[in-house]
């Protein structure tokens, strides 16, 4: 069974500053990919990043990049150069792509970036 | 290019009663996945549609059902509403054949009392 843990349940980072969120899974499917959306209290889930269980090099986009440890099964978010629109709840998702197209989602970290 | 819609954005039903949501995918998406968010989770899993047929399902009780139309837009239709369905509904639209790129709607907050 899939299953994605987000052991920070809130996290204060100041402004200029960068900021790890951590997020661990569980899968036995050696193909898998990896998301990090970040959802602001208007509620649209907004994506930020994707990691595939081959890829060799860790991701990035702009300001975000993912930490990807395959052995630890780890795939941290790390947000460079805070920005007060940073705060927002994010979320750690997979695909397990034996478990078919659905997103599994771990509970979310709520990020406060503070002036 | 619009991204993914849907409506309504709140509604306020009474338990026992039924409801239904719209969404519109993304221009040139073909397959529409449909998401629970209860206050303080993460979203969960209903189910998907592809080429108007329910592809994969959560575990949902059939109160959940669901219908995508030939222009790829989508409904998610709940019966003998509980307390329990009160939650924010997202939907999100993608191509089945690229497995990474998923686009979420606004929600539609459901209130149920």
């Known amino acids: 069974a899939q299953k994605i843990t987000q052991t920070q349940p809130g996290m204060f980072v100041q402004e200029k500053e960068a900021v790890t969120l951590d997020c661990t899974y569980d899968?036995?499917?050696?193909?898998?990919?990896l998301f990090w959306y970040k959802q602001p209290s208007s509620g649209e889930m907004i994506f930020l990043i994707y990691q595939g269980s081959y890829d060799q090099q860790n991701a990035t986009e702009g300001r975000y990049s993912l930490n990807f440890q395959k052995a630890r099964k780890s795939a941290n978010l790390v947000i460079s150069a805070s920005q007060l629109g940073d705060s927002a709840m994010y979320f750690c998702a997979m695909r397990d792509y034996n478990a078919g197209n659905m997103l599994t989602f771990g509970g979310g970290t709520r990020l406060m970036v503070k002036p | 290019d619009a991204g993914v819609t849907q409506s309504p954005t709140h509604l306020i039903k009474t338990r026992g009663q039924q409801v239904t949501l719209r969404c519109s995918p993304k221009s040139g998406h073909d397959t529409v996945s449909w998401y629970q968010q209860a206050l303080g989770q993460g979203p969960q899993f209903i189910f998907q549609y592809y080429e108007e047929e329910e592809r994969q399902r959560g575990n949902f009780p059939d109160r959940f059902s669901g219908h995508q139309f030939p222009n790829y837009s989508s409904e998610l239709n709940v019966n003998a509403l509980l307390l329990g369905d009160s939650a924010l509904y997202l939907c999100?639209?993608?191509?089945?054949?690229?497995?990474?790129?998923?686009?979420f709607g606004s929600g539609t907050r459901l209130t149920v009392v």
């Open positions: 899968t036995s499917d050696p193909s898998y990919g």
């Open positions: 999100a639209s993608s191509l089945v054949v690229n497995l990474s790129g998923y686009t």
